[in-house]
């Protein structure tokens, strides 16, 4: 069975351990940290492999709500709040579910299974790229960066380019937040080829990737 690594973040030391209770209750789920707030959770997603996240909104300094809109897609949330008008804003932002305090561990279990068929599917260490009528088995490691040209994008491996029809949104959902960020509308990189940041650029060895100022903050944290 596919391990999912988890992160609860909640300033509220009693819902912390409410939903560490019910984790630990689920052979699937691996607990890899708790966060009073999200500062301390980037932390964490810095020094783990994180595939869900059990976020509070209503928090001080950063909502979480706020935070959501920083982490990467892959990495799925399930919002934990006493109140119910956050709803529509946490299913906008594509949460996985959004659990309304005093949480049930019913209602928890409904939540993660919806987590496991997804985190399954991310846990491969190859990606199938579909080019034309071929078909390129590639390796995530093999993947410098990738590049979005309206309704097409590159994979850059070193020497070797592969041209897909399909949008960046799409490919960033399936990806694996543990080794790819976006970093610009129209660039996703490979955290592991990441060699320095020189201004609003990332340096990839010779390669120079611009960085929007949207996710300038969030690459400065996650990887220096």
């Excluded at 690594?5 to 351990?17: F, G, P, S, T």
């Excluded at 209503?58 to 709040?81: L, W």
């Excluded at 019913?106 to 985190?119: D, G, H, S, W």
């Amino acid at each position: 069975m596919t391990s999912i690594n988890c992160i609860v973040v909640d300033d509220e030391e009693l819902a912390r351990a409410l939903l560490i209770t019910y984790v630990e209750k689920l052979d699937f789920l691996n607990l890899v940290g708790e966060a009073e707030n999200p500062l301390e959770a980037l932390q964490l997603m810095k020094e783990h492999s994180v595939d869900l996240l059990f976020l509070d909104i209503q928090m001080p300094e950063i909502k979480g709500t706020d935070f959501a809109k920083m982490v990467n897609a892959n990495t799925k949330i399930i919002f934990t709040t006493a109140y119910s008008q956050y709803a529509l804003e946490g299913y906008e932002l594509n949460a996985v579910d959004y659990l309304l305090k005093p949480i049930t561990f019913e209602r928890f279990v409904t939540a993660v299974n919806k987590v496991k068929t997804n985190v399954s599917t991310e846990k491969s260490d190859t990606i199938t790229i579909k080019s034309g009528y071929d078909l390129h088995k590639v390796k995530y490691d093999d993947i410098l960066y990738v590049v979005s040209d309206s309704e097409y994008v590159t994979f850059h491996m070193g020497d070797k380019k592969i041209i897909s029809n399909q949008r960046l949104k799409t490919l960033e959902q399936e990806l694996p937040s543990s080794m790819f960020m976006r970093v610009h509308r129209s660039y996703i990189i490979n955290k592991n080829s990441v060699t320095g940041l020189k201004g609003r650029d990332l340096l990839l060895s010779d390669v120079v990737i611009p960085v929007s100022d949207s996710y300038y903050d969030m690459v400065k944290e996650e990887l220096f």
